[in-house]
């Protein structure tokens, strides 16, 4: 029986959906830098937050831990490419350095945040089977992570998800999130704007779907080592097909397209196999009803640096509050 959880990243915009969600189901330990100013939020929920660089983490912060749920890593893709260096020590050896402590320890279970974006660009439909082709300093951390972990043996059984991009309202929004983006463009500009001309293709999947899908493999006990892609198979769309979904449902018309296609990105993703591993999973969200929970809740929402993160990072390192290998002053 899984009672106490370290969660990393806790702060984060999925961090702090799980701890909404199933704080009051668990003994969740926070530990999260806190970067982006959610620690009031999750320390009320929790009452017990690690405000500590995940480079930093030692055994010490592992006691009396039975699952650890891995997010503290750089969260996206333009954020990882603003130092690949720092990016590999964060998101890849700081990983690697976080297991090697877990094997001196007494926990059962390692849940890993890994991303769809392994894939890159690959232009038929992809499985956990397909060959990668990582293009961001992002997914390349990613993928020398599940190699990692894939290639070595350990005391504790463990769950890679590679998630699809995660949409939905969360204690910690993120709007450099492609669905977010556009919701909330729609909502206080009247407008959808598109940097590219929309063709790529992406598989979506809700922020609280995600969470629930941990949940249910923290409960499920059937495997040692476990990878799954986690979304649906009718949320893979094209970028102007979300845009003409959002128009439809906010009453907007004005839609402008771009030119270029600077992020190279386009797949679309099989997941018959997270089916037939939690058969009575029901997702909560679609496209419909997670677009119309982002519209509810941005009708209150008033936005902050925090909301896009690469734009917090490069505030905190111009105000000198964290230096360029992003450490605390």
């Known amino acids: 029986m899984i009672k106490n959880i370290l969660l990393t990243g806790c702060n984060g915009y999925l961090g702090s959906k799980f701890v909404e969600k199933f704080s009051n189901d668990y003994q969740i330990n926070g530990f999260d830098t806190n ?118 043996d350990f005391s504790f059984k463990i769950a890679i998800l590679r998630n699809a991009t995660a949409f939905g309202f969360s204690p910690n929004i993120r709007l450099d999130l492609v669905i977010n983006d ?75 397209i771009g030119k270029s296609n600077a992020d190279e990105r386009s797949y679309n993703v099989n997941f018959d196999l997270l089916k037939n591993i939690l058969p009575n999973y029901e997702f909560v969200y679609n496209l419909d009803n997670g677009i119309l929970d982002l519209i509810e809740n941005f009708s209150k929402y008033i936005d902050s640096y925090n909301s896009r993160r690469l734009k917090k990072i490069k505030f905190l390192i111009r105000k000198k509050k964290i230096d360029e290998m992003l450490y605390w002053n």
Do not use: W
Request: with cysteine; aromatic share 6%.
């Open 35 to 152: 970067f982006f100013d959610c620690s009031n939020k999750v320390a009320t929920a929790l009452g017990n937050v690690i405000q500590k660089d995940i480079r930093n983490l030692t055994t010490n912060d592992l006691q009396n831990i039975d699952c650890v749920i891995h997010m503290a890593e750089l969260s996206n893709d333009p954020l990882g490419e603003l130092n690949s260096k720092l990016t590999y020590e964060i998101n890849h050896q700081a990983t690697i350095n976080l297991l090697s402590l877990m094997e001196k320890t007494n926990i059962k279970k390692f849940i890993y945040m890994s991303s769809c974006s392994v894939y890159g660009y690959n232009e038929k439909t992809v499985t956990e089977k397909s060959e990668l082709n990582p293009i961001t300093t992002y997914a390349k951390a990613k993928v020398r992570n599940e190699n990692y972990i894939l290639e070595n």
């Open 182 to 256: 556009l919701v909330y463009s729609a909502i206080k500009n009247s407008k959808i704007e598109l940097l590219s001309d929309g063709k790529p293709k992406r598989p979506f999947v809700h922020v609280e779907d995600i969470c629930n899908i941990i949940e249910h493999l923290i409960k499920n006990d059937n495997y040692e080592k476990l990878l799954l892609n986690i979304g649906r198979n009718e949320l893979n769309c094209s970028i102007i097909e979300i845009a003409e979904k959002i128009a439809k449902l906010t009453n907007i018309s004005n839609i402008s």
